[in-house]
């Protein structure tokens, strides 16, 4: 079979662009069989080269190869290592039988024990705790003036930096006290902290919008050259 010329492969990648170009921004007009034909196509993409990539990477080399190879059974440790997955697959492929669909609720609840502790772990490691480093670390003035920077700069943006974390931890602190008269009121102290919190939050959305605009514009701007580029490629 002749290999296909790049001029042509390269023309029909671009035409296969533009045209779902086309069916996205068809949305515009409102929902429609092209969107929905492109949504399809996508999902469908995406979910197959997952399943490409969860098989030769993870599924063969360290479940079915060192099985047909038979190295798994001379080694216990191996053994161990690629039985406990394998018998946990088998498992939760029960779930896909309603009556025998409780044989493969404790691989799943591993499953999902270990996903939550590695998104607390991730939060509190990843997140938690260098917010909290680094909220201090910007009120180190001795660091700063060490390493030639303005002590007057490094403690406006430190306080500005704390002043946030706690008026953002304020707004979500939903304590009150009842009054004598039955009414319910938040802490005047809370609630000033509250709104400076609120005022650092719509900041913060603010600058996360313009971030998520400016990307659907460039990513707009790049179909736009696409589609350019596929017409001045067919009047060539």
């Known amino acids: 079979m002749p290999a296909i ?21 068809s949305y515009l007009i409102g929902d429609n069989v092209l969107f929905r034909v492109a949504v399809y196509v996508f999902v469908g993409a995406a979910a197959g080269y ?28 191996l053994l161990i290592r690629v039985g406990v ?28 024990g270990v996903g939550a502790a590695v998104t607390i772990g991730g939060a509190i ?15 180190d003035l001795i660091s700063a003036s060490t390493t030639g920077v303005d002590t007057l700069v490094t403690f406006f943006n430190g306080a500005v930096v704390l002043l946030g974390v706690i008026g953002t931890l304020a707004y979500f602190h939903f304590g009150a006290t009842q009054k004598p008269d039955g009414t319910v009121r938040r802490n005047p102290a809370i ?10 939050i719509a900041v ?6 313009a971030g998520v605009y400016m990307a659907a514009l460039t990513a707009l701007i790049e179909r736009m050259d696409s589609i350019r580029s596929f017409f001045l490629q067919l009047m060539q």
């Open 5 to 25: 010329p790049p001029e042509l492969l390269n023309l029909i990648t671009t035409g296969i662009g533009f045209i779902f170009t086309v069916f996205i921004l």
């Open 50 to 77: 997952v399943a490409a990539v969860a098989s030769t990477e993870v599924l063969y080399p360290e479940l079915i190869q060192p099985v047909l190879s038979g190295t798994v059974f001379a080694d216990p440790a």
């Open 85 to 112: 997955p394998l018998l946990g697959s088998l498992l939760l492929l029960f779930k896909i039988i309603p009556r025998l669909s409780s044989v493969g609720q404790l691989p799943m609840a591993y499953l999902v």
């Open 125 to 139: 490691l990843g997140t938690l705790l260098p917010q909290v480093s680094d909220t201090f670390n910007g009120l």
């Open 191 to 200: 609630n000033i902290m509250a709104w400076i919190g609120r005022v650092f």
């Open 204 to 209: 913060t959305f603010g600058v996360l919008f």
